[in-house]
Each structure stands twice: as structure tokens, then as C-alpha cells.
């Protein structure tokens, strides 16, 4: 079905029509019966129609998961306004991104570019990127540490918090000449993979419900052969998301990155910029779902293959849970502001664009308290 909150519209139903009538989206989606396995479901076997009818100026961003059909006016209408149409797979991974004509300033971009080609810039936007993920991810372990009651797992996961807090001194240390020297950026890749091995050694301590139903024992992707690591994945594919439209928004180039290497269709800089909020935003709102079991093993399915997906109803679940997670506020360390979550990707992405224009001396990362 089609949702609409924060300004974001994601499509998530096969089939699902998206026309176009004056400054207004008509969105048709489509009914199926319930035993109606999801590979079958067409246009042709939809019981009956739901119509929604939206008006552009309540939208920021569109997001369509498997085969949506938007029509050509309707993509129009979202380029005149600004809105952001992004195609993703049905596991959420991005597969195309149309945008209109950017009205942004040209000279940011080129800041963006040449310090891309610096290895000493990217080396320096990379370690603050970096140090931002560990501290939230050894909050999060903090957090849990207090909470459990059993001796050894706080031992487990307090043994781990030390061993992030030592990464983070030793990345405190680097100097410019650190930032200069060759295979600096590699280097600091590698700090941010041990960083997120141990992270996830103990990542199972944080479930204090449905443990055996979302058995954890190291991150799997495409595909994900375990539900736990398909609903990291899938709420990782919405900040993502929420990351890549932030960035168009402040006249960034979202493929060009600094701590993620450059490929073919890979949005670097998204993927940057959301590092910071993988612990606190998508890992925490998975471990809630599953802890107050607002989740469980009837919301996924096993591929032939062994790949897990998200069925239908549980894929709305997530979605409905992300949306609310978003509205909730948070106080801005750096600014002061009390902003909703939904906020805080463009928040950060404006705080880069200012570093990259020279007006702060480095990029700080959100380390919300």
C-alpha cells in the first residue's frame, strides 16, 4: 500500500499505479486475496482498488518498492516540485533515483568533487564519520550493559564498550600528518570494520525477547538469511533512503562520497552519512519492534534459496513504525534545537555542506545524548 508521513511516500503493494491530475498524484493500489503468493501478484488479480489522491505540495520524496508503475506526467509533476522519485527493490536495495534539474548551487558540488580527489579530505570527513558510528554504537552497548541482568553478558558487552572506547582514543590521536600518510583512508576502513565486528559480537544481548525467533550470529547480506538481519536490512534501505534525499536537498551530490568507495549506482555519500545513524535510528528501532514483539516469525518469509523477506503485513508493520519513530524530537547537541528525527538527516547534511564550503573546520557527526 501507499503510506504517507514525514513527507515521504513509499509504495510498497506489486501493481500500484501512480497517475497524474493537475498539481495532484492519483494513486491506485491494488487488493489482492490473502493467500495470493506475492510472485503472482499482478494487476490482473487484484480483487478490487484503493484510491488515494495526493496533493504534490505535501510530498518530499517518493519511494517505490518492486514493480510500481508511475506514469510520465506523474513523474513531471514530481520533478517540477522538487520531489525526489527513488525505484528500489523489493528488499529495499536503490536500483534508480530521478531527480529534475537541480536548483542548487553549482560551486558546492564542485567542493564536494575536489575533495573527493584529495585523499587527505576524504581521510579527515572519514574519521569523523567513523568515530560518530562507534560512539553511538557503544551508547547503545552502554545502554544495554545496565539494563541486563545477567552477569555475563554485561561482562561480554562491557568488554566490548572498552574496546570501542580505545578505537575511539587512537582516532583521537591522528594527526594531519595521520590524515596525509598513503593508505590513511584504508586504514581508517579497517578501524571502522573491527569497530563494527565487535559491535555485532555482541549484538544479541541487546534482544531481551524472541532471542531463538531472531537468533543473531553476524550480519548477511543480499540476501539476508536470517530475519534479523532482513529487518536491519530493510530499515537500513528506508535511512538510506531519508540520507539520500537529505543530501539532494542541501545540493550534494549523493553518489560522490568520502568513507564508501565509489561504484556503479552506489550512493556514496548516503551511505556516509547515515553511518551515524545506523546504531540509534535502525538498529535500536529493530531491537524495540522485536523486544515489545510488535514483530514476529509470522512477519517474514524463507525463499527458495534460503533467502528471508519481509511479508506484506510485516513490511507495513516496519514501515508504520519507522514513520512513528520519526516524529518523535530530539535535542541537536551542536545546534541547540529541539527537531524531530525526521529532520535530523537534513540537519547533518546542511552541517557537511558547510564544512565542504569551509565555513566549519570539520564535519561533526550527531551523537545524540
Request: proline share 5%; with cysteine.
Amino acid at each position: 500500500m501507499g503510506e504517507v508521513t514525514q513527507n515521504t511516500l513509499y509504495l510498497t503493494t506489486p501493481g500500484t499505479f501512480v497517475g497524474r491530475d493537475h498539481r495532484t498524484l492519483l494513486v491506485e493500489v491494488p487488493v489482492y486475496p490473502d493467500d495470493l503468493p506475492r510472485a503472482e501478484r499482478t494487476r490482473d488479480r487484484a480483487e478490487s482498488w484503493r484510491k488515494v489522491s495526493l496533493p504534490i505540495h505535501n510530498l518530499e520524496s517518493l519511494a517505490a518498492f518492486g514493480p510500481v508503475t508511475i506514469t510520465g506526467p506523474a513523474l513531471d509533476l514530481c520533478w517540477e516540485h522538487g520531489v525526489a522519485v527513488h525505484y528500489l527493490s523489493e528488499g529495499g536495495y536503490l536500483q534508480a533515483r530521478l531527480t529534475g534539474v537541480a536548483d542548487t548551487s553549482v560551486t558546492l558540488r564542485r567542493a564536494q568533487f575536489r575533495a573527493a580527489d584529495v585523499p587527505s579530505r576524504c581521510a579527515a570527513i572519514a574519521r569523523c564519520i567513523i568515530a560518530g558510528k562507534i560512539q553511538n554504537s557503544r551508547n547503545s552497548l552502554l545502554r544495554a550493559a545496565r539494563e541486563t541482568e545477567a552477569d555475563s553478558e554485561r561482562h561480554q558487552l562491557t568488554t566490548v564498550t572498552d574496546s570501542l572506547a580505545r578505537q575511539l582514543e587512537e582516532l583521537g590521536r591522528w594527526t594531519a600528518d595521520d590524515l596525509e600518510r598513503p593508505g590513511a583512508l584504508d586504514a581508517l576502513r579497517g578501524a571502522e570494520g573491527m569497530a563494527a565486528k565487535r559491535y555485532f559480537e555482541v549484538f544479541t544481548f541487546l534482544l531481551k525477547q524472541q532471542r531463538d525467533t531472531f537468533a543473531f550470529t553476524g550480519r548477511s547480506r543480499r540476501p539476508p538469511r536470517d530475519r534479523i538481519n532482513c529487518l536491519l536490512s530493510f530499515l537500513y534501505a528506508l535511512v538510506r533512503h531519508d540520507c539520500l534525499a537529505a543530501l539532494t536537498t542541501a545540493g550534494l551530490d549523493p553518489f560522490v562520497g568520502y568513507l564508501h568507495a565509489e561504484r556503479p549506482n552506489r550512493p556514496a555519500l548516503a551511505l556516509d552519512l547515515m553511518e551515524e545513524f545506523r546504531p540509534w535510528v535502525a538498529d535500536r528501532l529493530a531491537v524495540t519492534l522485536i523486544n515489545r514483539q510488535q514483530i514476529g516469525a509470522d512477519d517474514f518469509r524463507i525463499r527458495e534459496g534460503g533467502a528471508v523477506e519481509l511479508t506484506d503485513a510485516g513490511r507495513k508493520r516496519v514501515l508504520k513504525a519507522y514513520q512513528e519513530r520519526k516524529q518523535d524530537t530530539l535535542q541537536h547537541p551542536l545546534l541547540d534545537q529541539n527537531l524531530r528525527l525526521a529532520q535530523l538527516p537534513f540537519v547533518q547534511a546542511r552541517l557537511l555542506a558547510r564544512h565542504l564550503r569551509g565555513d566549519v573546520p570539520d564535519y561533526l557527526p550527531l551523537l545524540p545524548k
